[in-house]
């Protein structure tokens, strides 16, 4: 048995630099038709020239894969209406971090004072630059990503014609956020759909399950599997594929990240079949949502995914994958360009 997808598209991706960039990028290229690069490199993505230099660092990475970097930029509350102007063409969201809350995000937002953030984000509504946000307080760890739905709130309200994407949501709370207002959209990752606290460390602790935001309780997970199975229209994958190098997670300290950009396609397969969930629904939640949502027209590629065991490698490169050395059910059979 397989299925095809048409144009997969990663609405939120880190690609990072140098060797981890040439190493992972292809992976993403070959079975994605585009994807939503994150900017928290070191320094962050933060000017028109940097976003451009970045996106040809990118393209020579994923060499002749038929593949769309859709680039962000690191938000800035001091970005003026002209600045913003000068990037519209060469961006497709702005991305927003509440300062020291994840992986190199030490220059992003504190406090959110909605006179502080009006100049910008009243310019980047009027240019219709969507706003992708990693939603989290620095308080309890279980309960910052809901803490954080009063700000997602006070934001939408605010500036009713932006569209804000809540990213990598992981709880009912947020889930619950998105019908109460019209510009609220949502990023989901493939494993916040599989896995709980419990797998992360309710047994032996396992750093490759570990990320910003920790996944959370099973209340939470079935509240997002429902909007991801439905192909609710205003929830799109992003796998927050966050590849760090294995000695940076397993150590005494472990870095925030879980990679899952060459498995993504093949977990979502598995887990909509077992769910019970069509394969249309699937083709909403892996393009046709972000397709609408950011108004974007992807290059056509069609993956043909297979019923078949496919051993997850240990590595690559240097990065431990999600189920490193264990069997999922569906392997990649063909990528179709035509
Ligand atoms: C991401 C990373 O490593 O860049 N880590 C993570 O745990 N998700 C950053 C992020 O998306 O918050
Ligand atoms: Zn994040
Ligand atoms: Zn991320």
Same mark, same amino acid.
């Given at each position: 048995?397989? !299925?095809?997808?048409?144009?997969?598209?990663?609405?939120?991706?880190?690609?990072?630099?140098?060797?981890?960039?040439?190493?992972?990028?292809?992976?993403?290229?070959?079975?994605?038709?585009?994807?939503?690069?994150?900017?928290?490199? *070191?320094?962050?993505?933060?000017?028109?020239?940097?976003?451009?230099?970045?996106?040809?660092?990118?393209?020579?990475?994923?060499?002749?894969?038929?593949?769309?970097?859709?680039?962000?930029?690191?938000?800035?509350?001091?970005?003026?209406?002209?600045?913003?102007?000068?990037?519209?063409?060469? *961006?497709?969201?702005?991305?927003?971090?509440?300062?020291? !809350?994840?992986?190199?995000?030490?220059?992003?937002? +504190? &406090?959110?004072?909605?006179?502080?953030?009006?100049?910008?984000?009243?310019?980047?509504?009027?240019?219709? !630059?969507?706003?992708?946000?990693? &939603?989290?307080?620095?308080?309890?760890?279980?309960?910052?990503?809901?803490?954080?739905?009063? =700000?997602?709130?006070?934001?939408?309200?605010?500036?009713?014609?932006?569209?804000?994407?809540?990213?990598?949501?992981?709880?009912?709370?947020? %889930?619950?956020?998105?019908?109460?207002?019209?510009?609220?959209?949502?990023?989901?990752?493939?494993?916040?759909?599989?896995?709980?606290?419990?797998?992360?460390?309710? @047994?032996?602790?396992?750093?490759?399950?570990?990320?910003?935001? !920790?996944?959370?309780?099973?209340?939470?997970?079935?509240?997002?599997?429902?909007?991801?199975?439905?192909?609710?229209?205003? *929830?799109?994958?992003?796998?927050?594929?966050?590849?760090?190098?294995?000695?940076?997670?397993?150590?005494? @300290?472990?870095?925030? @990240? %879980?990679?899952?950009?060459? =498995?993504?396609?093949?977990?979502?397969?598995?887990?909509?079949?077992?769910?019970?969930?069509?394969?249309?629904?699937?083709?909403?939640?892996? +393009?046709?949502?972000?397709?609408?949502?950011? &108004? =974007?027209?992807?290059? +056509?590629?069609?993956?043909?995914?297979?019923?078949?065991?496919?051993?997850?490698?240990?590595?690559?490169?240097?990065?431990?994958?999600?189920?490193?050395?264990?069997? =999922?059910?569906?392997?990649?059979?063909?990528?179709?360009?035509?």
């Amino acid at each position: 048995m397989s !299925i095809i997808l048409h144009a997969p598209l990663d609405m939120h991706l880190h690609l990072r630099d140098e060797k981890m960039l040439a190493n992972i990028a292809p992976l993403s290229s070959h079975t994605f038709s585009g994807g939503l690069v994150m900017p928290n490199l *070191v320094p962050p993505v933060c000017s028109r020239e940097e976003i451009i230099a970045y996106k040809e660092r990118i393209l020579k990475a994923i060499g002749t894969d038929r593949f769309t970097p859709y680039m962000t930029l690191f938000f800035k509350p001091t970005y003026d209406r002209s600045f913003l102007e000068s990037v519209k063409d060469e *961006v497709t969201a702005l991305k927003l971090y509440p300062a020291g !809350i994840t992986t190199n995000s030490e220059g992003g937002v +504190s &406090g959110f004072d909605i006179e502080e953030l009006r100049p910008a984000l009243e310019a980047m509504s009027d240019l219709e !630059i969507p706003l992708c946000i990693h &939603g989290e307080t620095n308080g309890f760890v279980m309960d910052r990503e809901a803490q954080f739905v009063p =700000i997602y709130e006070k934001l939408a309200s605010a500036f009713p014609k932006l569209k804000i994407i809540m990213e990598h949501i992981t709880t009912k709370a947020s %889930v619950e956020a998105l019908d109460r207002f019209k510009n609220l959209y949502a990023t989901i990752t493939v494993h916040h759909l599989i896995i709980t606290l419990d797998d992360v460390a309710g @047994g032996m602790l396992r750093p490759h399950l570990f990320c910003k935001p !920790i996944a959370k309780r099973p209340e939470d997970k079935e509240a997002l599997l429902k909007v991801a199975l439905e192909g609710h229209p205003k *929830v799109m994958f992003g796998s927050d594929s966050a590849p760090h190098p294995q000695h940076a997670k397993e150590s005494c @300290g472990c870095a925030a @990240g %879980v990679f899952t950009a060459p =498995i993504a396609l093949q977990l979502l397969a598995e887990l909509f079949e077992k769910e019970g969930a069509s394969v249309e629904k699937l083709q909403a939640f892996v +393009s046709d949502n972000a397709q609408n949502i950011y &108004g =974007i027209t992807p290059s +056509s590629k069609r993956i043909v995914l297979e019923r078949t065991p496919f051993k997850v490698p240990d590595m690559y490169h240097d990065v431990v994958p999600m189920y490193a050395g264990e069997e =999922i059910a569906y392997s990649l059979k063909e990528v179709l360009y035509a």
